[in-house]
């Protein structure tokens, strides 16, 4: 069992910021890539940022320059630092952990989903 806790959304202005963070915990051999995404309703999850083993990063293109990705491999964990937030950055936004079990085995797990809501 591998379970990841998803915490750091919440209800802000226009120009603000918010930092989303996600632990894993469990049955884990190892953690590959990291990520977050984020789907408003009637539409696909979309990436926002991702963040490979070696550090690697790569953001969509409406959140670059504003957010930020980080992992903390000593903890499992993964945040996601939004400054100059926009409404149209309103959603729920979930992590996405690709890992190896204890059983070897390659799994993908997704947070919970925090909502995001910027005001106006």
């Known amino acids: 069992q ?6 750091g ?12 963070s996600c632990a894993a915990s ?3 051999f190892s953690i590959n890539a990291m990520g977050w995404y984020r789907q408003t309703p009637g539409k ?14 790569n953001y969509a293109d409406s959140v670059k320059g504003r957010f930020t990705i980080a992992r903390d491999n000593a903890k ?5 630092q939004m400054n100059g937030l926009k409404p ?4 729920v936004y979930y992590c996405n952990v690709q890992l190896v079990t204890l059983m070897m ?13 910027v005001s106006s």
Do not use: C, F, M
């Not at 591998?2 to 915490?7: G, I, R």
């Not at 085995?105 to 809501?117: A, E, L, S």
């Open 44 to 57: 696909q999850r979309e990436l926002v940022a991702h963040i490979a083993k070696g550090g690697v990063t």
């Open 2 to 7: 591998v379970q990841l806790v998803e915490s």
């Open 88 to 91: 149209e950055d309103t959603a």
């Open 76 to 80: 499992d964990a993964v945040y996601l």
């Open 26 to 28: 469990g049955n884990i």
């Open 9 to 20: 959304g919440g209800l802000v202005q226009a120009g603000g910021s918010l930092r989303l």
């Open 105 to 117: 085995i390659p799994t993908t797990y997704w947070g919970q989903g925090t909502q995001v809501t």
